[in-house]
């Protein structure tokens, strides 16, 4: 046989092993980009958060609307009050947990917790299973790991700038509520007060739900912090304006503090479900505060002839009651 036909015949043999050797590798690389890409098996905590998150869209909306007309307070107060009390409270608690799974040092200390293996003879049970027994036997167990502070620092300063950006615009309308006054539109007589509240009321009940985010979400040894700065600018950390101070000061602070760390350990290592999230994200006090804002609310409104007098009672009611209702966790300017 000659060189040629055996140098042809090696490479006939080599081919097969060598595409097999390529296809591992193409594998391998897909199942790589998978797994730093996937997404939750479940997105009832993304869903739950959008509630609050539509709260803040409106804010920004009514932002950029001048006081040049009646619509001004009429659109203010079709937003503002098309939001239920308690998917707004909930929404927030859920927000907040975003907020904490996607601190760096929070990510770290569970990647860390989850990384402790099993021991049957020490009893010792180990990855996500392990870490949620440890907070099953202690609800405070994820509030001391270190980089937990990190995570309930981003918490307070999140509470604190976006109390301090929708107190801003509320006392934005009280001030135009006496500029009004010295306009011919603004001291102008509007539709009977129950047809504005019947209006609200409509409004509310046909808005469409607020959309999903999808977060490019980075799986990295186990967790998956949600990447908010993927989505679009009403779901940055960061969206509300500089305030003053904010510290935990309450017991029942602390203990809404700690369901917010145990959906977000629960969200960056895809161990929620909607039963889950429907019982971590209760905050009964919130929901109190803001089913009385509301109640508030309707009654100013109830008591109003004029735009001016809508805009005094939305500035007061529907943005600063509302601030204060979320807000009272990280209390504010607390030293």
């Known amino acids: 046989m000659s060189k040629s036909l055996k140098s042809k015949k090696s490479r006939r043999r080599l081919r097969p092993a060598a595409a097999i050797t390529a296809l591992v590798a193409g594998l391998a690389a897909s199942a790589v980009s998978a797994d730093t890409l996937a997404q939750p098996k479940d997105n009832t905590l993304e869903r739950a958060a959008a509630n609050y998150i539509r709260f803040r869209e409106d804010v920004a909306a009514l932002e950029a609307i001048p006081f040049t007309n ?190 917010i760390l145990n959906l977000a350990a629960r969200y960056s290592t895809d161990a929620l479900n909607p039963r889950l999230v429907e019982v971590y994200s209760q905050n009964t006090k919130s929901e109190r505060c803001l089913s009385m804002a509301k109640l508030t609310l309707d009654q100013c409104i109830a008591a109003t002839r004029t735009p001016y007098e809508e805009a005094f009672c939305l500035g007061e009611h529907g943005l600063k009651d509302v601030a204060t209702c979320n807000g009272w966790i990280a209390d504010a300017g607390a030293s």
């Open 70 to 259: 009646e619509e001004v307070t009429r659109e203010a107060h079709r937003r503002l009050s098309s939001h239920d009390t308690k998917s707004l409270s909930d929404g927030w608690v859920a927000y907040a947990a975003l907020v904490a799974a996607d601190s760096p040092a929070f990510a770290e200390a569970i990647q860390e917790q989850i990384k402790i293996k099993s021991n049957r003879r020490k009893g010792v049970i180990g990855g996500v299973d392990g870490l949620m027994a440890n907070v099953a036997a202690d609800p405070t167990f994820l509030r001391n790991l270190p980089g937990a502070q990190e995570a309930v620092n981003s918490i307070v300063a999140m509470t604190v700038q976006d109390g301090a950006r929708i107190t801003e615009l509320g006392e934005a309308f009280k001030t135009q509520a006496y500029a009004m006054q010295k306009t011919s539109w603004g001291k102008k007589r509007i539709s009977p007060p129950q047809s504005r509240l019947d209006e609200a009321a409509t409004y509310f009940r046909s808005r469409a739900k607020p959309a999903t985010p999808i977060f490019e979400r980075a799986v990295d040894e186990g967790v998956a912090p949600p990447a908010l700065a993927s989505a679009k600018a009403e779901w940055a950390a960061d969206w509300g304006a500089e305030g003053g101070q904010g510290r935990i000061t309450e017991k029942t602070a602390e203990a809404v503090i700690d369901r």
